[in-house]
């Protein structure tokens, strides 16, 4: 739901617009599916659940390399 999605971005300590980046998405359409305006695919879902936390990731946006 884009409650969860908002509750990751959340924990993971991201803006919306490293969210987007690690999720591969443009800053738009993240925003989409936070609003509920479009529907969150199965793909989406899982990368957001394999994606390891920000600390982690030191600001890159290569977090599936």
């Known amino acids: 739901t ?3 999605l908002r509750a ?3 924990q993971m300590g991201l803006s919306l617009t490293t969210a987007a980046q690690a999720l ?3 800053r738009s ?3 989409k599916l936070l609003a509920g305006t ?3 695919d199965g793909r989406t879902a899982l990368a ?3 994606l390891p936390r920000a600390s982690a990731m ?3 946006a290569r977090v599936f390399d």
Do not use: C, K, N, V
């Open 38 to 40: 479009h529907d969150i």
């Open 48 to 50: 957001a659940l394999r």
């Open 24 to 26: 591969r998405m443009s």
């Open 29 to 31: 359409q993240y925003a």
């Open 58 to 60: 030191e600001g890159s």
């Open 2 to 4: 884009p409650a969860d």
């Open 8 to 10: 990751w971005q959340t």
